[in-house]
């Protein structure tokens, strides 16, 4: 059965970094593109940032741009999500999601993480 499990949320200063991390398991990873997503609360859930399966392409939302910076280890099948100067906007769960690199942008994906809360205070 296939797993993706996050980690590393948590409450941060506005400003502040947090890393993400999501490992997946069950099968191997290694030519599939994985993504992070986020839901605030009372919002719909939207695209973050995506990583092809050389690491080599990524991509991120216009939001995210030049703050966050999304990797992958592709020998211990996780991907990460570095985050910079967090903003209260931010606050949300986290995602973490394996699919195609052109669908994940289009929130078309295989496999969902259960979400890791991450917030950011003023």
């Known amino acids: 059965q296939v797993q993706l499990v996050e980690s590393g949320g948590g409450l941060v200063q506005a400003g502040g970094s947090l890393r993400l991390s999501c490992t997946a398991s069950g099968r191997t990873f290694s030519f599939a593109a994985m993504g992070w997503f986020r839901q605030a609360p009372g919002k719909e859930r939207e695209f973050v940032a995506a990583i092809n399966w050389s690491g080599g392409t990524t991509d991120y939302a216009d939001f995210v741009k030049g703050r966050f910076t999304i990797s992958r280890d592709k020998g211990k099948n996780t991907v990460l999500l570095q985050m910079n100067s967090r903003k209260p906007e931010d606050t949300a769960v986290y995602y973490c999601?394996?699919?195609?690199?052109?669908?994940?942008?289009?929130?078309?994906?295989?496999?969902w993480g259960q979400g890791t809360q991450v917030t950011v205070s003023s």
């Open positions: 999601a394996e699919g195609s690199f052109a669908s994940l942008v289009r929130k078309v994906v295989n496999y």
